[in-house]
């Protein structure tokens, strides 16, 4: 199977990074957050990463309290020398109290989350860890000197950071280098244009966009969360894919239609290619990271990396973010959005 399907082109993940395909997998929905899984069809799916050339595997510790790390072990045992493994901290889940969350990013969790991450994913090392959110009641510095201890101690290689702000990644690294920005960027979801695409730019950080198929929508999966998903749906919580927004944003996808129609591509395909060629508007390395369950999907996703949009088509979606009815979360105020000074 590996043999017959075409693999995507590499890039260097920041500056001094590691080699991943400029397509990465984002492995939360396998075992978490939207609804039922399939164990063997997503283990066939993580598979044809490896045959895609999709290398950058990202997951946290969070994604069903850990079960996806557990989840991805044997796999990462089988590929460890082919794939880049992403995991993050920051967003502590119990599952003994389903309605517990908080942020921590102080140095003695920031520790007990790593070796428990290592534990579970059964590596010695990590090659991204992020910072999955920031609690602003810490010092930036401390919890980024505590992250730059383990990459000094080779628990870990290099360091990432998630839902930040501009001037936060400059003073990030500042400290220690930061190799990758993760925050939502696609058509439907452009705040982080506001500052820290720049400054990351400036800085040679790759930008990891996740969710950059707005969660399914964008892909014509689903046109009311409230209607058509299941009750552990993840996403029947986001204000922009229910009831009026859900409706008042499926009529935007009209142009998205008509270009894939043009190009004989799904309109997946579309709106990835847009987030991909984010690298050439904003000058730098840009991976998103789309999630399937389906090993179709998977390779459906990577040949969007040899789709380019033209001027005139980049100019008919270039209004499309502005017109997006409802926020990307109900709370928005752990994004980066929220410290936005002008956002």
């Known amino acids: 199977m590996g043999n017959t399907i075409e693999q995507i082109r590499k890039v260097e993940l920041g500056t001094g990074g590691p080699l991943v395909g400029v397509q990465g997998f984002g492995a939360m929905g ?5 609804g039922r899984t399939d164990d063997d069809a997503a283990r066939e799916t993580l598979e044809a990463t490896v045959a895609a050339g999709v290398t950058l595997i990202d997951t946290a510790d969070m994604y069903g309290v850990g079960a996806n790390e ?7 045992a089988a590929h460890r020398d082919e794939i880049t493994l992403a995991t993050k901290f920051g967003i502590e889940y119990r599952a003994d109290d389903p309605g517990y969350r908080a942020i ?6 920031i ?16 090659d991204l860890y992020y910072m999955h959110r920031r609690d602003p009641g810490i010092p930036l510095a401390e919890s980024v000197g505590a992250m730059a201890e383990l990459v000094r101690e080779g628990k870990v290689k290099h360091l990432g950071l998630s839902e930040v ?17 993760q925050t939502e960027w696609s058509l439907f979801s452009r705040d982080v244009e506001h ?7 400036e800085l040679g950080v790759a930008f990891v966009p996740y969710s950059p198929l707005g969660r399914g929508f964008l892909t014509g999966s689903f046109s009311d969360a409230d209607k058509e998903l299941s009750g552990s749906d993840f996403r029947k919580l986001l204000p922009r894919y229910t009831g009026d927004n859900a409706r008042a944003n499926a009529a935007l996808l009209a ?6 129609a043009d190009h004989g591509a799904t309109t997946a395909q579309i709106a990835l290619a847009w987030v991909q060629q984010r690298s050439e508007v904003h000058g730098l390395t840009v991976v998103p990271i789309p999630g399937t369950r389906k090993r179709d999907r998977l390779l459906e996703n990577a040949g969007a990396t040899r789709i380019t949009l033209s001027a005139d088509e980049l100019a008919v979606l270039e209004p499309v973010a502005g017109q997006v009815a409802g926020d990307r979360y109900a709370d928005m105020s752990l994004t980066s959005a929220a410290r936005e000074p002008q956002a």
Request: without cysteine.
């Open 111 to 126: 520790r007990q989350a790593v070796e428990a991450s290592l534990r579970r994913l059964g590596v010695e090392v990590i």
């Open 104 to 109: 921590r990013n102080d140095p003695g969790y």
């Open 255 to 260: 142009p998205l239609h008509k270009i894939a």
């Open 195 to 201: 500052s820290v695409v720049g400054v990351a730019a």
């Open 70 to 76: 557990e989840f991805l072990a044997p796999f990462v």
């Open 165 to 181: 702000t501009g001037a936060e990644l400059r003073e990030a690294h500042g400290v220690h280098p930061i190799a990758a920005v």
């Open 30 to 34: 396998i075992s978490a957050a939207y």
